[in-house]
């Protein structure tokens, strides 16, 4: 079946550490790839997205993601996370023009 | 540029009545979306609609319906309201509405609770 999968749905990690977040998907064809950011109380906002070409994608706020063929993965990192970058992040795939989302990961950052 | 704005960003509703949510795009954006968003189901797409016409659909019952004006502003409404239909209601915006090239613009959302 078609679909979109994050495994972990929370996350902590101390600010400064490092991140990774990890999304899967399972389609026929190599999709579109999209991560989004949604702050509390906030509608959702493009982190980056890959159509095709280099499988290594900056985004905005210094995020990075990197596609991987052979796994299905789309994982999206950052070298150094920051208090303001707590929030709930979406992986989300291309399909027949409209949006197909993961489950959400909440992003819980330490002092 | 003034973002996609929603209203109202909140409603209290019962079971059996009807709602009407409105979504301004940004402007010179002709597409707008729709998606609901639950603990359960996450986020689901509802539908899309370009220049006053509806484009795709997601898998949601007849009782979900939509309009675009000549202006792109769209409004979606629910019937029969169903306690299940309690939900943030996101819409989002983008030019031409190619989900692969174009970037959606998403809104605040409308937090719909049916009682």
């Known amino acids: 079946a078609q679909s979109v999968t994050q495994p972990d749905i929370h996350i902590t990690v101390s600010e400064g550490a490092s991140l990774e977040l990890r999304c899967n998907y399972s389609?026929?064809?190599?999709?579109?790839l999209f991560w989004y950011v949604q702050s509390p109380g906030q509608g959702l906002q493009l982190l980056l997205k890959?159509?095709?070409?280099?499988?290594l994608v900056q985004g905005i706020k210094g995020f990075e993601a990197e596609f991987k063929r052979s796994q299905s993965s789309f994982n999206l990192r950052k070298p150094s996370v920051h208090w303001s970058d707590a929030a709930e992040y979406f992986c989300?795939?291309?399909?027949?023009?409209?949006?197909?989302f993961g489950a959400g990961t909440r992003l819980t950052v330490k002092p | 540029k003034a973002g996609v704005t929603q209203t109202p960003r909140y409603l209290i509703k019962t079971r059996g009545q009807q709602v009407t949510l409105s979504c301004s795009p940004i402007s010179g954006h002709r597409s707008v979306s729709w998606y609901q968003q639950t603990p359960g189901q996450g986020l689901q797409f509802l539908f899309e609609y370009f220049s006053e016409t509806q484009r795709n659909k997601g898998n949601f019952p007849g009782r979900f319906s939509g309009r675009q004006f000549s202006n792109s502003r769209s409004e979606m409404n629910v019937s029969t309201l169903e306690l299940g239909d309690s939900a943030l209601y996101l819409c989002?915006?983008?030019?031409?509405?190619?989900?692969?090239?174009?970037?959606?613009?998403f809104g605040p959302g409308t937090r719909l609770t049916v009682l």
């Open positions: 989300a795939v291309g399909v027949n023009n409209d949006m197909r």
């Open positions: 389609y026929g064809a190599t999709p579109y």
């Open positions: 989002a915006s983008s030019l031409s509405g190619q989900v692969y090239t174009d970037t959606q613009y």
């Open positions: 890959y159509f095709s070409g280099d499988t």
